[in-house]
Structures are given as C-alpha cells and as structure tokens.
C-alpha cells in the first residue's frame, strides 16, 4: 500500500427526501451507511437533511437572504466526496434532489486560478431508494448532472434498494440490509475513496 492509500479524505452526504428531521428516511438510512462504508476507507464526514434547511430555488451560489445554500455550498467545496440521496418520485429523483442539481449548476461559473471548475477532482456517488423499480434511471439522470457540474464517478458509483412494484414495503422498515445492497454499498464506498485519493494526488489539468 503506497503512502498515498492513507491520505485523509473528507465526504458529505446530502439527503434528498421530502421529509424533514425527525421523520425516519430510507434515504437517510441508506446514505448513513454509505457513510459508515466510506469510513472503514479513511473517509470522514458528515450528513444533511436538505429538507431541514432553507434552500432556495435557483441557479446562483447564493440566492440571498435566508437561503441556507451557501453553507451547504461550503460543505461540498470542503469535501472530496458528495453522496447524492435520493428517493425515487413517480419515477424521477425527488424534487429536492433537483434543486440540489440546480444549485450546484452555479459551479459552472466558478473556477480556480488555472481554469478549472471548483469541483474538479471532487468524486460524486449516488444512493437510491424506491417502492418500484426505476434505480437505473433516477442514478442515470443524477450521474448525468454531477458529471456536467464537474464531478468525477467511480464504477459502480450508486447503491440502490427497491422493493416490489405496487406494495408498501420502505427500506428502513426491513428486518436486515439484503446482501446484495451491502455489498454494492461496500463496492461504491472502496471504489469512490480510491478515486478520490488518486485524483487528490493527481489533479486534473488546467483548462
């Protein structure tokens, strides 16, 4: 293991479920143990709830007074890991996943001394949850946003849970984690730090 493997990494996950603290969250579930995956990796971290914060609609870092973006802003600039939460909404992320997308649209605008946008080098991941199927797609629409705002993406770069089309069944209420979500959870959190120490180490070219 080179010197590099144990460089210091720093991840924030944002939660994009309707419902504010302190409601119970498959999506916050799901992202708290991605969280706890990319620890066992040296990453450390926070969580938030995007519906406990007043974030305003739209495209500008910061949308003035009372919006509560600007601090998030600084959470993701300070991180080199942003975890996308989302549930699945008739078959799209939900409407505050969105809005996070449309907020951080604003860092096409922004660049350091060489060009490069603010969160070049930053690596994005994606957890997914839903009562029907439509993983696939909703993982598809955020990895084509993060990666035209400027993130980079791991293989495998989403974890997902979806239960049986037309029945009740949530995430957080199962028994267990099924093995099959653990372990793609397990695969994103290993394959996001590993890009994320190299492109760390190795930063992207100016512009």
């Not at 309707?18 to 143990?33: D, F, K, T, Y």
């Not at 490069?116 to 598809?140: F, I, P, Q, W």
């Not at 293989?155 to 028994?175: E, F, I």
Request: hydrophobic letters at 35%.
């Amino acid at each position: 293991m080179s010197p590099s493997d144990h460089t210091q990494l720093r991840a924030v996950a944002l939660v994009c479920t309707l419902s504010p603290s302190p409601e119970r969250s498959s999506s916050q579930l799901l992202a708290e143990q991605t969280m706890t995956a990319l620890a066992e990796h040296g990453v450390t971290g926070r969580t938030i709830r995007i519906a406990d914060h007043d974030v305003k609609p739209g495209v500008k870092t910061d949308m003035g007074d009372g919006d509560e973006w600007p601090q998030i802003r600084a959470e993701v600039l300070g991180s080199d890991i942003l975890v996308l939460s989302t549930p699945i909404w008739l078959g799209h992320p939900s409407s505050i996943a969105q809005r996070v997308l449309e907020r951080l649209d604003a860092e096409l605008g922004e660049s350091d001394d060489e060009g490069r946008m603010l969160t070049y080098g930053k690596v994005a991941a994606v957890c997914v949850v839903g009562n029907e199927d439509g993983a696939h797609k909703v993982s598809s629409d955020l990895f084509q946003g993060l990666n035209d705002i400027g993130f980079s993406l791991a293989p495998n770069a989403v974890t997902y849970w979806v239960g049986a089309a037309m029945q009740g069944s949530d995430y957080q209420d199962l028994d267990e984690t099924p093995e099959e979500t653990a372990a793609t959870t397990r695969t994103l959190a290993a394959n996001t730090a590993h890009l994320a120490r190299r492109l760390k180490d190795a930063p992207y070219p100016a512009s």
